[in-house]
């Protein structure tokens, strides 16, 4: 997605409220040639406005657990590739503090690295080294697993609002919500007929979140007063246009504070207080976004956590959810998950991965062509392992027909070849991705 093209139509206002490190994000757009508002990517990262000041006492059951040279490659080769975060940071021989300015006067926090003996963290997941006391027979390979399913957006009255109302040319309009929703119905038993504990963050329609658009106004008359307002295009507009302009940008605004801040805030509060899973799946189609054009094929894309970029360590929250992360050392397990999930979707769906993209994912991804890093609110926020899947386009014309078409059994016919449901595809890859990749850490032999 990183390689998709902004929409050339009209879409500034709504682009400008994906503020900051536009270049790596998603891109929403309309298409020209179809009739409605659609996303066409999913992932969000999207900075927050909405940020409490960090708990930086939460940071205190990982100190001492990594070396100073686990730290760093971490942060260099996942984490900060492009170096944005390591100009807050000053390294001594037993630790590293954290600035909230690159002048490094206003002291964060500090870190003290492992020596000798590491004090045990107790984490809510369980680790890659951790897998095999399990111990499971070859029947239940996820017994005593924790496994999150996160279908995403809210769908039902809130889709057009949240952009995910996908319609082709004259074709009915399909929600992604559905669509992730029903594959999210399908997984779920595949998963517990081998011992996991699935647990959905949500299964219905409705926001996690109690929150409402409205709440967000302030908020939202600020970034659009602070950004919109102060654009030369929207300062050329007439008096009446630009006024108008700027409620609408405002609206916007607020609602993408609700659906998107927020709801995934919200789902992240379910995850690493109830939920507490070992790994979590957050489950949605991709879709292409050059010129409105269809896509041509489908291809499948997994993304991992990591990539902060310059504007995403600017605040001490930011600085905090990115040491979290780091610190509580998900990455090897999410990353060898990834990896095997990612390559056993690609066969069993016979999708291609994206065309190769600039930037620093190689390093990250043992050249996983189907793995992408990218810093999104739900894997950031989310704690644990968590695998974020993009299969298919939506707008390859037989994708959608096979959207339309719904769940069912057997095959049917799609432009002469017999197909199953992709529904049922896209669940039976991934149940048999997560089931092969556990087996293999848990399973006594
Ligand atoms: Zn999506």
Request: hydrophobic share 40%; with cysteine.
């Amino acid at each position: 997605m990183s390689s998709l093209r902004r929409g050339k139509l009209g879409t500034s206002a709504v682009l400008s409220l994906l503020n900051n490190d536009r270049a790596r994000r998603s891109r929403s757009t309309f298409l020209s040639i179809y009739a409605v508002l659609c996303l066409l990517s999913c992932a969000c990262s999207t900075a927050t406005l909405a940020e409490d000041a960090p708990n930086w006492s939460l940071l205190a059951p990982f100190q001492r657990t990594m070396t100073r040279a686990e730290f760093q490659s971490r942060l260099d080769r996942v984490f900060s590739p492009g170096g944005a975060f390591q100009k807050f940071l000053v390294y001594t021989n037993d630790g590293v503090s954290v600035f909230n300015d690159e002048q490094h006067k206003q002291r964060l926090y500090r870190i003290e690295f492992a020596t000798d003996t590491r004090p045990e963290v107790k984490r809510a997941f369980k680790t890659l080294e951790e897998l095999p006391a399990l111990k499971n027979p070859p029947e239940q390979p996820l017994r005593g697993l924790r496994i999150a399913l996160d279908p995403g957006h809210i769908g039902g009255e809130f889709a057009r609002m949240e952009e995910r109302l996908f319609k082709m040319s004259n074709g009915p309009g399909e929600q992604e919500a559905v669509q992730n929703l029903i594959v999210a119905r399908l997984l779920a038993p595949q998963l517990q007929r081998a011992g996991a504990t699935v647990l959905f963050t949500k299964n219905d329609f409705r926001p996690v979140t109690d929150s409402k658009p409205e709440q967000f106004r302030e908020l939202a008359e600020k970034h659009v007063r602070e950004n919109d307002a102060t654009r030369p295009d929207v300062r050329a507009m007439g008096e009446l246009a630009r006024e108008a302009f700027l409620l609408d940008a405002t609206r916007k605004r607020m609602e993408l504070e609700f659906y998107r801040n927020a709801e995934l805030r919200a789902r992240a509060s379910l995850v690493n207080d109830k939920l507490r899973p070992d790994l979590t799946l957050c489950i949605h189609f991709n879709a292409t976004g050059d010129d409105g054009r269809p896509a041509p094929d489908n291809r499948l894309m997994v993304m991992i956590h990591g990539n902060y970029s310059a504007d995403s360590v600017d605040t001490p929250q930011r600085k905090f959810e990115l040491l979290w992360k780091l610190l509580e050392n998900s990455h090897p397990t999410e990353l060898a998950a990834a990896d095997a999930i990612s390559c056993v979707m690609g066969a069993d769906l016979k999708l291609p991965p994206e065309p190769a993209r600039p930037g620093p994912n190689a390093a990250a991804t043992g050249n996983n062509p189907y793995l992408c890093v990218r810093n999104l609110i739900a894997n950031r926020l989310y704690h644990g392992p968590v695998i974020y899947l993009e299969p298919y386009y939506q707008n390859n014309p037989t994708t959608y027909a096979r959207l339309l078409a719904g769940d069912y059994d057997g095959e049917r016919e799609f432009g002469g070849q017999r197909l199953r449901s992709i529904f049922r595809e896209y669940a039976d890859a991934v149940a048999h991705g997560v089931i092969e990749f556990y087996a293999h850490h848990t399973v006594a032999r």
